[in-house]
């Protein structure tokens, strides 16, 4: 078959990566905090018009992460209703209010240690505590007007304290997409710039890379929870996972293109901004793969090369 000629190639050619499959991460900082960081981050006063935009080129959902300026050992600013979170949540939702909201639910933006979970006082993991902890977080970003919650401490039975208390408070059509997370080098942009860095050195609950079956594992267990869809991170680090996912469970699976795999995979061009083509390669092998939808920094700039011309 001539699949040399470029207008049979066409003709054979499968449904390319779209707009509509991304959603874009803002990692947002307060106002008057301008200190250099790794990754591109955007201020309450900013998102309003990036959802305008993303939503103007057909990307449909937004991933925020966001943390608090005071922290202490309970992670306490993390559920405050009038956190950076809160007012994040609300501006994206006042300027777009079709544009879907999905959170980061985790207490490490907030805790002074920056680890995923509280201690006791023995400084050992306390369990229930971070999980009441994630709980009071997740109805508050609710009532704050996010549709999709996501626990990321990969902390056993948390994903069912979360849906426990979500409906408890009557936002039961809240979903949950907890985070399925591979231990890797490739998070060092987000925690830098997310002040973030465990003061153990590493998260206690994330999956060795090289033990793919207990991530299967975890997010069946996460399924059984509770959980309507799994996010996996880093993305290219987990496609055989979410092949193996598609078989294994009935939920979407969300791959999350992550920091490093962003600053790795785009070039500064002279203008200053950044070549996405590697992204774009990327992810439609992503699309390939089952991705339901691909969470990506590069989101808006991958929408503004895909746009007709």
Known sequence: MPTHRLAVRSFLGGPNLAPADLAMVLLVREDDDDKPRPMPTVTVREIGGMVKALESLGVGSVKIFAGSRVRDSRASQGASPTSLMARAIKAAKRAAPKVLVMTETCVC??????????????????????????????????????????????????????????????????????????????????????????RSGSRAFQINPAHPDQAVHVAQQMVEEGADMILTEPALHTVDT????????????????????????????????????????????????????????????????????
């Open 109 to 198: 933006s907030h805790n002074d240690s920056g680890e995923c979970w509280l201690a006791d006082k023995g400084g050992r993991i306390d369990v229930e505590e971070t999980i009441e902890a994630l709980g009071l977080q997740a109805i508050m970003q609710a009532e704050a007007g996010a549709d999709i919650v996501g626990p990321a401490s990969m902390i056993p039975d948390s994903v069912r304290w979360i849906r426990q208390e979500l409906d408890g408070a009557g936002h039961q059509g809240v979903g949950i997409m907890p985070h399925l997370i591979f231990e890797s080098s490739l998070y060092e942009g987000y925690r830098t710039s997310m002040g973030a860095v465990p």
């Open 242 to 309: 979410l092949v193996q996912l598609k078989d294994k469970v009935a939920v979407p699976i969300v791959p999350f293109s992550v920091s490093g795999e962003y600053l790795r995979l785009t070039d500064r061009r002279d203008d200053g901004e950044r070549d996405v083509k590697g992204l774009i390669e990327s992810y439609t092998v992503l699309k390939r793969a089952g991705a339901a939808r691909i969470i990506t920094y590069g989101a808006l700039d991958i929408a503004r090369a895909l746009k007709p011309s």
